[in-house]
């Protein structure tokens, strides 16, 4: 069983900068590839980045390639979202993810699901 906490959300300015974290629980933390989702007001929950187990490998949505960037700290059971130049449509619910299969992560069809927090870039 994995629990995920989120933090890190917030009001910013367009063009500013946030880093979400994710904290796991469960002695498996190493074991899972894990995945940022978000979910905007009246939209579908959208594929935002994810991570392997180790680390050696990351994948993004093309709306955020450049500007984001996930990383982990298998010794602190977190994951972070590094979110730089932040706009606008980026406003969202963020959700942290975690399952054994690292390519099912862009589907949203994983273990465990975070409860979120929320991110707000004004104009």
């Known amino acids: 069983q994995v629990q995920l906490v989120e933090s890190g959300g917030g009001l910013v300015q367009t063009g500013g900068s946030l880093r979400l974290a994710c904290a796991a629980s469960?002695?498996?933390?190493?074991?899972?590839?894990k995945g940022w989702f978000r979910q905007a007001p009246g939209k579908e929950r959208e594929f935002v980045a994810a991570?392997?187990?180790?680390?050696?490998?990351?994948d993004y949505a093309d709306s955020v390639k450049g500007r984001f960037t996930i990383s982990r700290d298998n010794a602190k059971n977190t994951v972070y979202l590094q979110m730089n130049s932040l706009k606008p449509e980026d406003t969202a619910v963020y959700y942290c993810?975690?399952?054994?299969?690292?390519?099912?992560?862009?589907?949203?069809?994983?273990?465990?699901w975070g409860q979120g927090t929320q991110v707000t870039v004004s104009s």
């Open positions: 993810t975690a399952d054994t299969g690292y390519y099912r992560l862009r589907t949203g069809l994983v273990d465990y």
């Open positions: 469960g002695r498996t933390f190493s074991m899972y590839a």
């Open positions: 991570i392997s187990a180790t680390g050696g490998n990351q």
